[in-house]
Structure formats: structure tokens, C-alpha cells
């Protein structure tokens, strides 16, 4: 065991405290916060690519489907319903409404049938949450439906867990 010069005592073992010096902080901190932007900066990269070559299909992206998406900002749709996840929960996830509708096996009959459950808002069901009669014209209702066409498409990677949203 090492003794101190000026005492004689045995010498404490040194402390990391005692060892880190405010120069080798400051280098860990600095080295430390530009990896993780580093590494931020790789994800969302690799994020916004995934999105745009793999899992939304701009193809289908018609002015209708987009017309469709202000019609769900317009009537602030996100505030009651989810749509991927997102939103409120105070109403049914929309993400896969068209294929709950039966949309993929019968376009037609699932469009019909969301442009009746829609234009029949408020059901004034006793108990049961209520949704707001927007009176959406013909043409909103299409392209507030195909938006929902559009976002069913969407690759989800098994979001939502269950059909029922």
C-alpha cells in the first residue's frame, strides 16, 4: 500500500470524483450529446425514407384522396377519432375503417354504407357517444372516403392490433 509523503499515512484509494476532471466531463458530455444527434438524425432519416419507398404508396395519392384529407382537417375529425394511432380517443380508430366496412371485398357497398352511417349523424342512440351531423356534401363525403380508402393501404406493420380499431 502506497504511503502519503507528507504524513506517512497509507494512501487513500483515489475516487472517480478525484480522477474526472472538468476538461474530461465537459468531453464526455460534448462526445456523449454529438453521438446521439448523430444517431437521431440517422433515424429519422431512415424513418422519412421507409415511409416514402416502402410503406405509404404515393401512387394512389390522387386529388381526391387529398381533397379528402382537408376535409378530415377542416371538420377536425383527429379531435374525437384516431387515424394510424394518432389522435383522440374518444371515437373509433379510422385507420381501417375501409376494410372493416368490407371495403377490399366490396368498394362500392363500403362506400355506400359510410356515406349512410355519416349523413345519419347523430344516431340519438340513448348512452352512446354521438358524433355531429357536418352536412358534408356528396362530393366531401367521396373524398373524405377515399381518403380513408388511401389510409387503409397504409403499412401499418399490424397497427391497429385488432379490426375493430
Known amino acids: 500500500m502506497a504511503m502519503t509523503p ?3 499515512k497509507p494512501r487513500a484509494k483515489a475516487r472517480f470524483t478525484d480522477r474526472l476532471t472538468k476538461s474530461a466531463a465537459r468531453n464526455i458530455f460534448y462526445g456523449g450529446s454529438l453521438f446521439f444527434l448523430v444517431v437521431f438524425i440517422a433515424l429519422v432519416a431512415h424513418s422519412h425514407y421507409y415511409i416514402r419507398t416502402t410503406s405509404t404508396d404515393e401512387s394512389k395519392l390522387s386529388p381526391s384522396v387529398v381533397a379528402g384529407k382537408h376535409v ?3 371538420h ?3 379531435n374525437c377519432h384516431t ?3 394518432e389522435g383522440a380517443y374518444f371515437a ?3 385507420g381501417n375503417v375501409w ?3 368490407g371495403g377490399r371485398e366490396d368498394a362500392a357497398s363500403a362506400r355506400e354504407a359510410l356515406k349512410a352511417w355519416m349523413q345519419a349523424m347523430p344516431s340519438n342512440v340513448e348512452g352512446r357517444r354521438q358524433m355531429p351531423q357536418f352536412n358534408l356534401t356528396d362530393q366531401e363525403l367521396d373524398e373524405l372516403i377515399d381518403f380513408l380508402e388511401w389510409t387503409s ?3 401499418t406493420q399490424g397497427w391497429p392490433p385488432t379490426p375493430a380499431g
Do not use: A, D
Open 83 to 85: 387515424i394510424l394511432g
Open 92 to 94: 373509433p380508430e379510422l
Open 153 to 155: 393501404t397504409i403499412n
Open 76 to 78: 377536425s375529425c383527429i
Open 72 to 74: 378530415w382537417e377542416k
Open 6 to 8: 507528507q504524513t506517512g
Open 99 to 101: 376494410v372493416r366496412y
